[in-house]
């Protein structure tokens, strides 16, 4: 892989995909962003992969974006005009091959909006769910304005969107976020589990199912993105955002 946080393997017809930046709960920089992006297109260009497993550490799944990349970007003379994470989460809402992912610990930011582009997500107990975009002076990203009401319902996604407020592994569950809570111990293995189950039958017809399943949003998911890249971008060089980092980053250095 490009990057050494994200580490890549082979298991009969499954690629798995896992961020591993422990000392900094699996942030995602730009170089990782890109590193997933060209898993997720490697798998689906193979037909000998049936599944793709998006998981992190044992005790993590993502922090989300680093900030250190958000600050950069807001003190930019002009707004960002490429995106790795969004080109990432693009080449999961274009992908043909299943994607399954396994969450364990804190999953913020991108870390639950890119869950909104699997197709499978099974969490351990010790999951927790978090889209604090407002707080940050942000606004959401990756289709999850979209995506997370039709999911999880408008009530939930407006508790998540607008008041910050996290979902444990049986929220998460019960509103439809997840598939199914495990020990934690046990999540990568239910996630492999059905890899591989989606492994063993017809590619095509596997393949072909999905893109029936999705083609009917996929414009409006893809048209919601720019969308929000756009207004993203103005919102990171926003004064409400440059405070929010310049707190953040004052509390973490006291």
Same mark, same amino acid.
């Given at each position: 892989?490009?990057d050494p946080?994200?580490?890549?393997?082979?298991r009969?017809g499954v690629?798995?995909l896992?961020?591993?930046?422990?000392?900094?709960?699996?942030?995602?920089?730009?170089a990782?962003?890109?590193a997933?992006r060209?898993g997720?297109?490697?798998a689906?260009?193979?037909?000998?992969?049936?599944a793709?497993v998006?998981?992190?550490?044992?005790?993590?799944?993502t922090?989300g974006n680093?900030l250190h990349?958000f600050q950069?970007?807001?003190t930019?003379?002009?707004?960002m005009?490429r995106s790795?994470?969004?080109?990432m989460?693009?080449a999961?809402?274009?992908?043909e091959v299943?994607?399954?992912a396994?969450?364990?610990?804190?999953?913020?930011?991108?870390g639950t909006t890119?869950l909104?582009?699997?197709?499978?997500v099974?969490?351990?107990?010790s999951a927790?769910?978090?889209?604090?975009?407002?707080d940050?002076?942000?606004?959401?990203?990756?289709?999850?304005s979209?995506?997370?009401?039709?999911?999880?319902?408008?009530?939930?996604?407006?508790?998540m969107?607008l008041?910050?407020?996290?979902?444990?592994a049986?929220?998460a569950?019960?509103?439809?976020?997840?598939?199914?809570v495990?020990?934690d111990? %046990?999540? $990568?293995?239910?996630a492999?589990?059905? +890899?591989a189950n989606l =492994?063993?039958?017809? #590619?095509e017809?596997?393949?072909?199912s999905?893109r029936l399943m999705?083609?009917h949003?996929?414009?409006?998911?893809?048209?919601?993105?720019a969308e929000e890249?756009?207004?993203?971008g %103005?919102r $990171?060089?926003s004064?409400?955002c440059k +405070?929010?980092?310049? =707190?953040?980053?004052? #509390?973490t250095q006291?």
């Open positions: 892989m490009a946080h994200i580490i890549e393997e082979r009969e690629a798995v896992r961020m591993q930046r422990p000392e900094k709960k699996n942030s995602l920089t730009a990782m962003y890109n997933l060209e997720i297109e490697r689906d260009q193979d037909p000998a992969i049936g793709v998006i998981t992190g550490t044992d005790d993590c799944f922090a680093d990349d950069a970007a807001a930019a003379e002009t707004p005009e790795p994470a969004l080109e989460i693009e999961m809402a274009r992908s299943p994607v399954i396994a969450v364990n610990g804190i999953a913020i930011g991108i890119l909104l582009h699997c197709d499978f099974y969490a351990g107990t927790v769910f978090r889209t604090p975009f407002v940050l002076g942000l606004c959401p990203e990756a289709a999850s979209l995506l997370l009401p039709l999911i999880i319902g408008p009530r939930r996604a407006s508790e969107l008041g910050g407020m996290p979902l444990d049986e929220q569950r019960d509103c439809g976020l997840v598939n199914s495990h020990a111990e %046990q999540t $990568l293995s239910a492999l589990a059905q +890899a =492994a063993r039958k017809p #590619r017809a596997v393949r072909l999905k999705r083609e949003w996929q414009a409006n998911i893809l048209q919601t993105m890249r756009r207004e993203f %103005q $990171l060089q004064d409400d +405070a929010a980092l310049a =707190a953040f980053f004052g #509390r006291k």
